[in-house]
T-cell receptor, first 115, second 117 residues
Framework: AQKITQTQPGMFVQEKEAVTLDCTYD???????LFWYKQPSSGEMIFLIY??????QNATEGRYSLNFQKARKSANLVISASQLGDSAMYFC????????????FGGGTRLMVKP | GAVVSQHPSWVICKSGTSVKIECRSL??????MFWYRQFPKQSLMLMAT?????????EQGVEKDKFLINHASLTLSTLTVTSAHPEDSSFYIC?????????????FGSGTRLTVV
């Protein structure tokens, strides 16, 4: 069974500073994918970044980067130069090895950016 | 890019009535649709997985007779909450799997906020 853990229910960050949101996972499958989504108050799920288990380099997408430490089974999201619009819920999710696999979500972290 | 249109975005219904939520893939074929429920301040919990033309697979604890899922075509999946009760009030969101590369294969609808009074 797969499990995703986000240990930070809420975080504050000062505008323009960087912030790291933690995510650890547990799986026995050698092939998996890790996702981060942003969910603003409107409820939509906004895809941020993806890391495959066999990817050699950490994924980056603009201000988002994923600190992938495979041996430690962690996939932390780093947001650089925080903006007020970054205030939202952030979910880490994992997909199993099969094409039809659903995503398993962590409990989420509420990020609040202070002006 | 891939888009999933979900309707309605919000609905209020009376206890005992049924509500249908639609998810339609606009520019791709959704071979698999996942339906999630999200209570306030909680994470997304998978309710069921449906593949086009076959019966949905429900997660443990989800009543299949209460949450009817139909995936009759590659572009449309529906979730019907039958005989709704206040405890069914929640945010429901679908996610389509297309096996493609956009968003690494998962496209979410915008969600439906259901309130049962």
């Amino acid at each position: 069974a797969q499990k995703i853990t986000q240990t930070q229910p809420g975080m504050f960050v000062q505008e323009k500073e960087a912030v790291t949101l933690d995510c650890t996972y547990d799986t026995s499958d050698p092939s998996y994918g890790l996702f981060w989504y942003k969910q603003p108050s409107s409820g939509e799920m906004i895809f941020l970044i993806y890391q495959g288990s066999y990817d050699q380099q950490n994924a980056t997408e603009g201000r988002y980067s994923l600190n992938f430490q495979k041996a430690r089974k962690s996939a932390n999201l780093v947001i650089s130069a925080s903006q007020l619009g970054d205030s939202a819920m952030y979910f880490c999710a994992m997909r199993g090895p099969n094409a039809g696999n659903m995503l398993t979500f962590g409990g989420g972290t509420r990020l609040m950016v202070k002006p | 890019g891939a888009v999933v249109s979900q309707h309605p975005s919000w609905v209020i219904c009376k206890s005992g009535t049924s509500v249908k939520i639609e998810c339609r893939s606009l520019d791709f074929q959704a071979t698999t649709m996942f339906w999630y429920r999200q209570f306030p301040k909680q994470s997304l919990m998978l309710m069921a997985t449906s593949n086009e033309g076959s019966k949905a697979t429900y997660e443990q604890g989800v009543e299949k007779d209460k949450f009817l899922i139909n995936h009759a075509s590659l572009t449309l999946s529906t979730l019907t909450v039958t005989s709704a009760h206040p405890e069914d009030s929640s945010f429901y969101i679908c996610s389509a799997r297309d096996g493609g590369q956009v968003n690494y294969g998962y496209t979410f609808g915008s969600g439906t906020r259901l309130t049962v009074v």
